[in-house]
């Protein structure tokens, strides 16, 4: 009879919450439905999460917008950098097995790593990388426009990234140092950041609807399309495929997988009774580690402050409660996966609008009606702000700075080449008819001349406007009048960014440099010209150092380490090589061969 008893009450209790929650969220597929239709959105999806069960779960709107198949919970969409609090975890799980502390430094388990100066080097350590306070701002453009499937490669770039900030001065968001955190558990583990996340957190909590990279929503099925919003139209945009940053934000899922990722953290880091995280790790994740900004309260919500972040969390007090949370952001996908510990409840909203305040509006509609607060118009108040935002854009009076009636220095053929910065990568500017044309990795644009050797780069397809240009492409010279560099304002805080143009290297085979070789004659100085194994060409110059050379042409070579500093072999009436030109800023050098 007392067991029977019991379960009667556990009976009552189950069915008491479930109608209370249901009370709560009465009328709410009417007002997330307006949600959609105010910011012109494709589609998004939302579960909601209270101690152990689903309490809400449903989908607005479409994943597939020109053929009109519905959103459903179990549509997947990107996450973005909600990928973090995963990649994070790792560690902490990776900790717990006492194979690594995060008062270790990063290099400890990354043979070679390196950041910008000797100071980072001794101080950053593996928790500094955890909460962003490196010293390091974004720098994302070195991975967006220049991505690679390669994570060694793509970290191997960090060591030419300029810092804003001394270590632990500020908080500044990075997503190179949770790439960081990827490849220091791939080190330790043997395995893939990808397996990694697979066999601790997707198999042990039946993530099946959940995926590591972009061929989850290339080729996965009840998959969401990504869109934009372009002068009030809704438009499809491609995928965006985060190659080697995938730690930092490549995975993919639905509301229904994600809410067991949210019953881990709601429960400190138990699933079903068994640990998925560590508990101490799950307390530090969402504890202030780090001071965001002043997060004061607003004169509008004054019950809304603190702006805080833990590992791979943001933290703030919303109305009273405590909330932890983070959004995510690429290309067509909008995610924000929130929870607030001291009221077990977890809220997850999945949204296929490119950055949309769709998952923080109805992230907060539910919060208000679960945690029984005065509610707030979200949905209106957020709206007004954005409209008057570009109200407000539009009315900024601007003078543009363009000086009209110039024209570039050089033939624009002379432009071409590759550019290359060690801490971003490689591009080619190409002359194509009378059109000078910018290439990326992913992407390419034209180059409209602005002034002097200024252009400004536009999306293929689309018109040059009125407007001031948000990016500009500024080439420079050297000594010998040669476009030497370009250099782009690429990230705040910071000088342009400069990428050195780079004569493409000719292959020349090694039996070919033989007829180079030999010793010349230079105002009664002996230059000697040698190779190494056969294959790489050297110059000697007395009181110089040894200076590597790479071809440029048949029997032209340049100087590998200095910039506008070029050889010239002539050949003489038997076809031998008689002669060694020095071509450099102070002027051209004729040396005859012994």
């Known amino acids: 009879m007392k067991t029977l008893f019991a379960l009667v009450l556990i009976g009552l209790s189950f069915n008491s919450f479930g109608q209370n929650t249901s009370k709560q969220l009465k009328g709410i597929d009417k007002e997330l439905q307006n949600v959609l239709e105010t910011w012109k959105a494709a589609g998004f999806a939302v579960a909601v999460v209270k101690k152990n069960e689903v309490v809400y779960s449903q989908g607005f709107g479409y994943s597939d917008f020109e053929n009109k198949v519905p959103v459903n919970p179990n549509t997947k969409f990107a996450i973005g950098s909600t990928t973090k609090a995963f990649t994070g975890a790792v560690l902490g799980v990776l900790r717990n097995e006492n194979k690594l502390s995060f008062s270790d430094k990063p290099a400890d388990y990354i043979p070679g790593f390196k950041f910008f100066n000797s100071d980072m080097d001794n101080l950053v350590t593996i928790k500094d990388i955890m909460c962003h306070q490196t010293g390091l701002p974004r720098h994302d453009l070195a991975w967006y426009f220049f991505p690679t499937n390669s994570k060694d490669s793509l970290l191997s770039r960090v060591r030419f990234h300029e810092p804003t900030y001394g270590v632990r001065e500020q908080w500044q968001y990075n997503n190179f140092m949770y790439l960081a955190q990827g490849v220091i558990a791939e080190k330790i583990t043997g395995k893939t950041w990808e397996e990694n996340i697979e066999s601790m957190f997707l198999k042990p909590l039946g ?19 990504g869109y934009g919003l372009e002068d009030d139209k809704i438009v499809k945009l491609d995928y965006y495929d985060i190659a080697g940053m995938s730690p930092a934000g490549s995975m993919n899922s639905s509301v229904n997988d994600m809410s067991k990722w949210l019953k881990v953290w709601i429960n400190s880091g138990k699933y079903e009774g068994k640990e998925i995280i560590p508990s101490q790790y799950v307390n530090e994740a969402i504890s202030s580690q780090v001071i965001v900004g002043s997060g004061l309260p607003g004169a509008d919500h004054s019950d809304l402050f603190m702006s805080n972040y833990g590992y791979g969390w943001m933290t703030s007090s919303y ?33 296929n609008q490119n950055g949309s305040s769709i998952p923080s509006v109805v992230r907060n509609i539910i919060a208000d009606r679960l945690l029984g607060v005065d509610k707030t118009d979200w949905n209106k108040d957020l709206y007004q702000s954005y409209t008057d935002g570009l109200e407000a854009a539009k009315n900024i009076e601007s003078e543009s700075t363009q000086k009209t009636g110039t024209s570039p220095s050089h033939n624009l053929k002379d432009y071409s080449g590759k550019y290359t910065n060690e801490g971003y990568g490689s591009m080619q500017i190409t002359l194509e008819n009378d059109t000078l044309f910018l290439n990326l990795p992913r992407e390419k644009f034209w180059l409209s001349h ?145």
């Open 207 to 225: 993530m099946e609807n959940t995926s590591v990279d972009i061929s989850g929503l290339q080729n996965g099925k009840n998959a969401s399309f």
């Open 319 to 351: 109305k009273g409660h405590y909330r932890v949370e983070h959004g995510g952001n690429i290309d067509g996908f909008t995610a924000s996966v929130s929870f607030f510990p001291s009221d077990s409840i977890g809220i997850v909203v999945l949204a």
């Open 450 to 594: 602005y002034h002097y050797d200024v252009f400004t780069p536009i999306e293929l397809g689309e018109e040059l406007d009125d407007g001031t240009p948000l990016l500009f492409v500024n080439f420079t010279t050297n000594d010998l009048g040669e476009i030497s560099s370009a250099r782009m304002m690429l990230q705040a805080g910071l000088d342009a960014i400069e990428f050195k143009n780079t004569p493409a290297e000719v292959k020349i085979d090694a039996s070919s440099l033989d007829r180079f070789v030999g010793e010349y004659t230079l105002g009664g100085a002996t230059v000697k010209v040698y190779t190494k194994g056969g294959e790489v060409l050297y110059l000697f110059v007395p009181g110089q150092p040894e200076y590597e050379l790479y071809a440029t042409g048949e029997n032209t070579f340049s100087l590998k380490i200095i910039e506008g500093y070029n050889l010239e072999f002539n050949d003489g009436a038997d076809g031998k090589v008689e002669e060694l030109v020095f071509i450099q800023p102070n002027g051209t050098f004729k040396a005859k061969r012994k």
